[in-house]
């Protein structure tokens, strides 16, 4: 079956460090791949997608490319601020029958940003 | 535009019992899916609606079932329940396909079995 793999973490950096959360994926065939955030006591927001290999997905800082080749999304941002502290979820679906397959998420990845 | 909405937000069960949980959608969204979140799983797909009939369905027991209304509201259902059903249960609304469309999610219902 398909499956998302994603360091767990907690990820602690000082703010306007360099991030980077590594995700890799197996799947059967050519699914698109999403990032979600989940800030405390909120519910689950997209961050990016991107939906073919070599797409790049970008929304307020955060970037992450789909490589094919090494069945890969990992998330990066230049510079994080303390406002990106959340749980990231990697996530991939399938299309199937007019809608997907339901979304396959990674166990979450916990980022504590450090003023 | 209102967002996705689940009620209610927090219930506790016995073992046992059944439970109901609700969502409404965003307004013109036809698809609704389900969605199960607990600490040692994470987060995994239950099912999806789309126009009254069930599109999509994840690896869980019979005991959990849903159904979509004509409003495209949704509702999941939980019978005997057991310990292990303790979670966050998530709704995520979409236009018409979860592929090509974004899920919007509601901030959950978290259940609690005693």
């Known amino acids: 079956g398909n499956s998302v793999t994603q360091m767990e973490g907690p990820v602690t950096l000082s703010e306007e460090a360099f991030l980077t959360i590594n995700c890799t994926y197996t799947a059967t065939g050519y699914p698109s791949l999403f990032w979600y955030v989940q800030y405390p006591g909120e519910g689950l927001q997209l961050l990016l997608k991107a939906t073919k290999a070599d797409d790049k997905g970008s929304n307020k800082g955060f970037e992450a490319t789909y490589r094919k080749e090494t069945t890969s999304f990992h998330l990066e941002k230049g510079s994080v601020q303390v406002s990106d502290s959340a749980v990231y979820f990697c996530?991939?679906?399938?299309?199937?029958?007019?809608?997907?397959?339901?979304?396959?998420f990674g166990k979450g990845t916990h980022l504590i940003i450090q003023p | 535009k209102a967002g996705v909405t689940q009620t209610p937000r927090y219930l506790i069960k016995t073992r046992g019992q059944q439970v109901t949980l609700s969502c409404s959608p965003i307004s013109g969204h036809r698809s609704v899916s389900w969605y199960q979140q607990t600490p040692g799983q994470g987060l995994q797909f239950l099912f999806e609606y789309f126009s009254e009939t069930q599109r999509n369905k994840g690896n869980f027991p019979g005991r959990f079932s849903g159904r979509q209304f004509s409003n495209s509201r949704s509702e999941m259902n939980v019978s005997t329940l057991e310990l292990g059903d303790s979670a966050l249960y998530l709704c995520?609304?979409?236009?018409?396909?979860?592929?090509?469309?974004?899920?919007?999610f509601g901030p959950g219902t978290r259940l609690t079995v005693l």
């Open positions: 995520a609304s979409s236009l018409e396909s979860t592929f090509y469309n974004e899920q919007f």
């Open positions: 996530a991939l679906n399938m299309y199937s029958g007019g809608g997907a397959d339901g979304l396959t």
